[in-house]
């Protein structure tokens, strides 16, 4: 279990101490959203370190996806600010948003299954990508040296997670488990700052889950960037996750570390309320 020190910062917020010098990556203030007359989030606040591995956790149709859309402007918020690194990101579209150094996945693959799995990476790499239309089509030399560097770094990407030898193989033709690793791998290619997990552990077995967390911490290891993570797996997010906040019925009822939420009364009882309601 992960035993950071979250610190308070003056607005209330509490990030790992080793990020409390500097802003936050992100800060959710009073975020929501309504979809006709019903209220799906409201009043999110939340501040993510700049080194945090973070952990977003609620029972099902809590809402979590939803902040996840409302981050990356999927949907645009009702109301409510989203700071990313300082900037205000209103009016800011799904694309721009990836540029200014948002990632993310999703609880289901979007792979592109009859590309490569190294050609898959590369879309991911678009941000980084400078020649032009008419070079891509007369494969002018600067077309070349730019798909250079581009398999360069596609099988640096790869190796986090030992998939160099996959790369000529069709996504679609990996199994669950790879081609999660993938989606993750395509994501880290847009260069972000801060990376979304939409259930990353989703459907891996459990030695599968525990090569993630490894793998999880690696990333934000080697690239310096934080991770917000939305899952189910209670062990993975009690394990590696620095400060969690707890959703229900689209309202943060919990934020704190591991040990604070498992003991959280609020948070016992939304859980327990979902299985009775199960049952």
């Given at each position: 279990?992960?035993?950071?020190?979250?610190?308070?910062?003056?607005?209330?917020?509490?990030?790992?101490?080793?990020?409390?010098?500097?802003?936050p990556?992100?800060?959710?203030?009073?975020?929501?959203?309504?979809?006709?007359?019903?209220?799906?989030?409201?009043?999110?606040?939340?501040?993510?370190?700049?080194?945090?591995?973070?952990?977003?956790?609620?029972?099902?149709?809590?809402?979590?996806?939803?902040v996840?859309?409302?981050?990356?402007?999927v949907?645009?918020?009702?109301?409510?600010?989203?700071?990313?690194?300082?900037?205000?990101?209103?009016?800011?579209?799904?694309?721009?948003?990836?540029?200014?150094?948002?990632?993310?996945?999703?609880?289901?693959?979007?792979?592109?299954?009859?590309?490569?799995?190294?050609?898959?990476?590369?879309?991911?790499?678009h941000?980084?990508?400078?020649?032009?239309?008419?070079?891509?089509?007369?494969?002018?030399?600067?077309?070349?040296?730019?798909?250079?560097?581009?398999?360069?770094?596609?099988?640096?990407?790869?190796?986090i997670?030992?998939?160099?030898?996959?790369?000529?193989?069709?996504?679609?033709?990996?199994?669950?488990g790879?081609?999660?690793?993938?989606?993750?791998?395509?994501?880290?290619?847009?260069?972000?700052?801060?990376?979304?997990?939409?259930?990353?552990?989703?459907?891996?077995?459990?030695?599968?889950?525990?090569?993630?967390?490894?793998?999880?911490?690696?990333?934000?290891?080697?690239?310096?960037?934080?991770?917000?993570?939305?899952?189910?797996?209670?062990?993975?997010?009690?394990?590696?996750?620095?400060?969690?906040?707890?959703?229900?019925?689209?309202?943060?009822?919990?934020?704190?570390?591991?040990?604070?939420?498992?003991?959280?009364?609020?948070?016992?009882?939304?859980?327990?309320?979902?299985?009775?309601?199960?049952?």
């Amino acid at each position: 279990m992960s035993n950071t020190k979250l610190v308070k910062l003056d607005n209330d917020y509490r990030i790992p101490e080793r990020d409390a010098d500097k802003t936050p990556i992100l800060e959710a203030r009073h975020l929501g959203i309504d979809f006709g007359g019903l209220t799906a989030v409201d009043d999110f606040n939340m501040a993510i370190g700049r080194t945090e591995i973070a952990g977003l956790i609620g029972p099902n149709g809590a809402g979590k996806t939803t902040v996840f859309n409302l981050l990356t402007k999927v949907y645009q918020p009702t109301r409510g600010t989203i700071l990313l690194d300082k900037k205000d990101t209103a009016g800011m579209s799904t694309e721009q948003v990836n540029r200014a150094g948002i990632a993310r996945t999703f609880q289901n693959i979007r792979l592109f299954d009859k590309l490569t799995v190294e050609e898959n990476v590369k879309v991911g790499l678009h941000n980084a990508t400078s020649y032009t239309m008419m070079d891509g089509i007369l494969r002018t030399p600067r077309y070349w040296k730019q798909e250079k560097i581009a398999r360069e770094r596609a099988m640096e990407l790869l190796s986090i997670f030992d998939m160099e030898w996959m790369a000529d193989k069709r996504a679609g033709s990996l199994p669950y488990g790879a081609q999660r690793r993938l989606e993750i791998v395509r994501a880290l290619g847009t260069n972000p700052s801060l990376l979304l997990l939409d259930e990353p552990a989703a459907g891996m077995n459990p030695s599968e889950t525990a090569e993630l967390m490894e793998n999880i911490s690696k990333i934000r290891d080697t690239f310096g960037i934080a991770i917000m993570l939305i899952e189910h797996d209670m062990s993975l997010v009690m394990n590696i996750c620095e400060g969690i906040a707890v959703l229900n019925y689209g309202r943060i009822i919990a934020k704190g570390t591991p040990e604070e939420i498992q003991s959280n009364p609020a948070v016992i009882e939304a859980y327990l309320g979902k299985q009775k309601e199960d049952a």
